[in-house]
């Protein structure tokens, strides 16, 4: 079992930047590749990025390709997606993903309760 809990989200001003984190606790963090998916009012769940459990890798969604970042910390048990030049069309819940299997076109592994991010034109 692995519990995650996001955090970083909030109100933001289209342009800005927000840096979302995702506290893991549990079982041994190495073990999971890291990612972060988002669901928008009315829409369904999406990936945003992810990152292989050895750090190696990255993926992003192409509607934030060339304006995040996602990342780890080891020593923290903690995983982060960094976005800038943020748009009112990344309004979202974002959801923390920790799953043994790189296979993001579904739904699986262990999730966070979500973070609420607004951005605002």
């Known amino acids: 079992q692995v519990q995650l809990v996001e955090s970083g989200g909030g109100l933001v001003q289209a342009g800005g930047s927000l840096r979302l984190s995702c506290a893991a606790s549990g079982r041994t963090f190495t073990n999971y590749h890291m990612g972060w998916y988002r669901q928008a009012p009315g829409a369904e769940r999406e990936f945003v990025a992810a990152?292989?459990?050895?750090?190696?890798?990255?993926v992003y969604a192409d509607s934030v390709k060339g304006r995040s970042t996602i990342s780890r910390d080891y020593a923290k048990n903690a995983a982060y997606l960094q976005i800038v030049n943020l748009k009112p069309e990344d309004t979202a819940i974002y959801y923390c993903?920790?799953?043994?299997?790189?296979?993001?076109?579904?739904?699986?592994?262990?999730w966070g309760q979500g973070t609420q991010v607004t951005v605002s034109s």
């Open positions: 993903n920790a799953r043994g299997s790189w296979n993001w076109g579904h739904e699986t592994g262990y």
């Open positions: 990152i292989t459990s050895s750090g190696g890798m990255q």
